[in-house]
């Protein structure tokens, strides 16, 4: 028969990447304004973003708080008229609070840019903090926290965090239900006062926004006589906890989560990007080791991954899944089994030649359109970075060798270093 | 405007290309015409379950996974009730892997007794981590079995029971491959930095070879006219009371489609729509609402969900949302309502644009429901629809008859 051909066709390697250029405006208050002007619809997506995180607030759902109350009212319009009039232009509108930052992200056709920038001006400028707002949002959020603390993966999830950072670290405090009642309205009006200044903002635009985009932007975001210097606060170094395994047992559960996990560094430290090799072969793609040990050799599990997440003044690398309940140790076991081989045997060098062929397309993936290499360069100027990061990242994967990374498994992925949170059964 | 190009291969391979010049990638999807409701009644969650060893390999290719990420590829695959759906992204030039690799595994998979063994472990782990683990979790479980009586809707995806996963053998399974994988019986779409001359080359080349199968004709039993409510309460350790309401409504392809889903838009799309105002914001009854229809192939279900507020009881919650619909099917909307959830629907559907993948995904299931072109009639025909249109739907689909109502409670605690 024809074609039962198991000899693959050629293929081509990735020989490099196109970054999208990014356009470096100032507003007339000197507010950065990052464009990258790309993408074949007339879709535009603005990213504005503030120094109004968890870290700034101190307390756990301050940040947060403050931020969905902005959608919730104005000096001109209350909470249903903001919707009523986002939701007629079909434009998507919503508030994400991170750590050292929130942002305000929108979506829409781009001939409605000048309505969207309107509406989102006076969201961050004069939001009104309605009372009834503000006691149903807490009531709702309250029902949510309640709802997501039976779930396995969420009660091992915020453990984790505690166990790695310490309880009272700014990254490892975890909410609770006492912070409902701590919290009030005056302290939001507050952080919006002094978080939401108008120089304070950094603004990320993508997509086809036409040629009225700066005076646009000018006039609603660019007045202010304020001066503002982005500035870090430095934090306290992690305490991660004495025990190293901690067992949250949930009557019923019929699968237990897993985290384990260490503090780790940022993305300017040298071995962050080689370590994101080994994190790939150990647990970041569908055919990594631990994929293929836990889920398609025992069959313990739907999935497991690992991942590195750099964080401004630290970083986490973890693993996480949701095991057969019975099965817990078994899959403890076998993922230090797959950290201990990676320090012992040289990782094949044809299963290094697929993973960074499999990097390579990765950020390939990443880097196709404005709306998601936009994300990327969000992140990055967080950092202070820009595209050169991820340059270097293209010549250490060409360049990594496997000595290089069983050398880093035994620097990096000794066991006592790692931290084992566990809930279900 | 979505421009694309349609050739069908003599052993009836359908083969749909859409040519975009902005991406280096390429997303090849191919379709089968076989979901949950093609399965046997006792030998449920078969179609899912066969999804996953789709990966295992062929006496071909030991592993379907490696060469895809040996050319920096990434593929996935989901099963629903009336389809299954395999697909690869990669760079385009390297386009003809995908064609190798899923013309080979639709001749003929390696079925192995240790494939099928650790397969059946994973899907009932997924089973455990989707549906039983979950707060909530069951309620698709349930609420099927309650609204069907007959058609094969009644079972998820997942399946009806963990034990028909448990006792799937490998004839049942080789069974199942000859009678549904063939090429007569599946779209291939690619989307992406290519040419419609270079997919249909590739494809004449790669699965030009496989024979077409005799696959039979689907007689599924037709769910009757339902003449009566139907209720169900549950206690589960949930932290609130939870409600489910479906109804019976139209299938994916009924011109009454589009008034349909604007009227589930109408009740819960977006934070201006009606539940969300008058339920949770003036009301103050739910913590969270829902509407939502299922476009499927048969017959399928308008869904209306709602999470309870504490202290608030099971009645009022109940009859809160009746009178909403009730409003509805009474008045219809008011003519600056129909124009906003149009607008939605109209930048959702310049959204969905963007991406090469989900461009490929809307096309294959839109020529095998009948024909590609409908992707681009479906602007207008949203355009047309009248506020007349959606009262005479909700009048329709609301009646007290027709609804199957869950009651998903807290355990009471000793």
Redesign the interface.
């Known amino acids: 028969?024809?074609?039962?051909?198991?000899k693959?066709?050629?293929?081509?390697d990735?020989e490099k990447i196109?970054f999208l250029p990014v356009e470096q405006h100032r507003l007339d208050n000197q507010v950065p304004v990052s464009v990258l002007r790309?993408?074949?619809?007339?879709?535009t997506k603005i990213d504005i973003e503030f120094p109004a995180g968890a870290i700034q607030a101190g307390i756990p759902l301050i940040a947060s708080t403050t931020a969905n109350l902005m959608l919730e009212g104005t000096r001109q319009k209350t909470?249903?008229e903001i919707?009523?009039k986002?939701?007629?232009?079909?434009?998507y509108l919503n508030a994400q609070t991170y750590h050292h930052n929130t942002v305000f992200t929108f979506?829409?056709?781009s001939r409605h840019l000048p309505q969207m920038l309107e509406i989102l001006n006076e969201i961050i400028s004069e939001p009104s903090f309605p009372q009834h707002e503000y006691e149903?949002y807490l009531?709702?959020k309250y029902?949510?926290f309640?709802?997501e603390?039976?779930?396995?993966k969420t009660i091992a999830g915020r453990k984790f965090g505690e166990t790695i950072f310490g309880a009272d670290h700014p990254y490892g405090k975890q909410l609770n239900a006492d912070h409902f009642k701590q919290i009030t309205l005056g302290q939001l009006k507050d952080f919006h006062k002094n978080n939401y200044k108008p120089e304070m903002a950094r603004i990320f635009v993508a997509g086809q926004p036409g040629d009225k985009l700066m005076p646009l932007l000018n006039k609603y975001f660019g007045h202010s006589s304020g001066k503002y210097q982005h500035t870090d606060f430095s934090l306290p170094n992690p305490q991660p906890s004495k025990e190293r395994t901690i067992n949250i047992r949930k009557?019923?559960?019929?699968?237990t989560a897993l985290r384990i996990g260490r503090p780790l560094f940022n993305n300017h430290h040298p071995d962050f990007i080689p370590l994101q090799i080994l994190n790939t072969i150990l647990g970041g793609?569908?055919?990594s080791r631990l994929m293929t040990s836990v889920?398609?050799?025992?069959?313990?599990?739907?999935g497991i991954g690992s991942y590195i997440m750099p964080l401004k003044q630290s970083g986490i690398w973890g693993i996480s899944s949701?095991?057969?309940g019975e099965s817990r140790d078994k899959a403890i076991e076998a993922i230090f089994e797959e950290f201990r081989i990676l320090q012992t045997d040289l990782v094949p060098q044809e299963e290094l030649?697929?993973?960074k062929?499999?990097m390579?397309?990765?950020l390939?993936?990443n880097f196709?359109?404005p709306?998601s290499t936009a994300d990327i360069y969000r992140t990055l100027q967080e950092y202070d970075m820009d595209f050169g990061f991820y340059e270097k990242m293209i010549n250490t994967i060409r360049n990594i060798s496997h000595t290089n990374i069983r050398d880093l498994a035994i620097q990096y992925l000794k066991p006592e270093d790692f931290r084992i949170v566990t809930a279900?059964m | 405007m979505i421009k694309y190009f349609k050739h069908t291969l003599s052993n009836g391979l359908r083969v749909v290309v859409h040519p975009?010049k902005?991406?280096?990638?390429v997303a090849v999807n191919l379709l089968y015409d076989v979901g949950a409701r093609d399965e046997d009644p006792d030998k449920t969650g078969f179609a899912h379950l066969f999804e996953h060893l789709m990966f295992g390999g062929t006496l071909?290719?030991p592993?379907y996974?490696?060469?895809v990420?040996?050319?920096?590829?990434?593929?996935n695959a989901w099963t629903s009730n009336d389809f299954t759906n395999y697909y690869v992204?990669?760079?385009a030039?390297?386009l003809?892997?995908a064609?190798?690799l899923e013309?080979?595994r639709m001749?003929e998979l390696d079925f192995s007794d240790k494939s099928l063994?650790?397969?059946?472990?994973?899907?009932?782990?997924?089973f455990?981590?989707?549906y039983?683990?979950?707060?909530y979790g069951d309620i698709p479980l349930l609420i099927r079995n309650l609204a069907y009586k007959v058609h094969p809707y009644r079972w998820p995806t997942i399946g009806k029971d963990i034990s028909h996963i448990e006792d799937a053998t490998l004839n049942d399974v080789k069974d199942f491959f000859y009678k549904h994988y063939a090429p007569n019986n599946a779209v291939l779409s690619v989307a992406g930095n290519v040419t419609p001359e270079q997919v249909f080359r590739l494809a004449e080349?790669?699965f030009g070879?496989i024979a077409a199968q005799s696959v039979q004709q689907r007689k599924l039993p037709q769910e009757p006219r339902q003449t009566e409510a139907r209720q169900l309460t549950v206690e589960r350790?949930?932290?609130?009371p939870y409600i489910q309401m479906v109804f019976h409504n139209g299938k994916r392809t009924d011109k009454e489609f589009y008034a349909d889903d604007l009227l589930s838009d109408i009740l819960s799309?977006?934070?201006?729509?009606r539940m969300f105002?008058s339920l949770?914001?003036e009301q103050?009854l739910f913590?969270?609402v829902n509407a939502y229809i299922a476009g499927d192939r048969d017959p399928g279900l308008f869904t209306v969900t709602g999470?309870l507020?504490?202290e608030v009881s099971m009645e009022k919650a109940e009859s809160a949302i009746r009178s909403e619909l009730v409003k509805l099917s009474i008045d219809g909307p008011s003519d600056y309502e129909l124009?906003?959830v149009k607008?939605?629907?109209?930048?959702?559907l310049?959204?969905g644009?963007?991406?090469y993948l989900n461009k490929a995904m809307n096309l294959a299931q839109f020529e095998l429901l009948g024909d590609a072109e409908e992707i681009n009639r479906e602007p207008e025909r949203y355009r047309a629809v009248t506020a007349d249109d959606v009262k005479t739907v909700a009048q329709r689909i609301f009646a007290p008859e027709n609804c199957s109502t869950l009651y998903y409670l807290p355990q009471k605690k000793n």
């Not at chain 1, 009557?251 to 699968?255: L, R, S, V």
């Not at chain 2, 350790?237 to 609130?240: L, R, S």
């Not at chain 2, 607008?343 to 959702?348: H, I, R, Y």
């Open positions: 028969m024809a074609q039962t051909n198991s693959a066709p050629e293929f081509k990735i196109d790309a993408g074949s619809q007339d879709v909470s249903v919707s009523e986002i939701d007629f232009l079909g434009a979506l829409c056709l149903l009531q709702k029902e949510e309640v709802f603390g039976e779930k396995v009557e019923g559960a019929m699968q793609y569908f055919g889920r398609e050799e025992k069959g313990l599990t739907y949701e095991v057969s030649s697929m993973v062929r499999y390579m397309g990765e390939l993936r196709d359109g709306f279900g | 975009d902005t991406t280096p990638m071909n290719i592993s996974d490696t060469p990420q040996n050319v920096g590829g990434e593929n992204t990669l760079p030039t390297n003809e892997t064609f190798w013309a080979d001749r063994e650790v397969q059946r472990k994973v899907v009932i782990e997924e455990k981590q989707r039983l683990n979950q707060p080349k790669w070879p350790d949930v932290p609130a799309n977006g934070p201006s729509a105002q949770i914001k103050r913590s969270d999470r507020m504490p124009q906003k607008n939605k629907v109209e930048s959702n310049v959204f644009e963007i991406h």
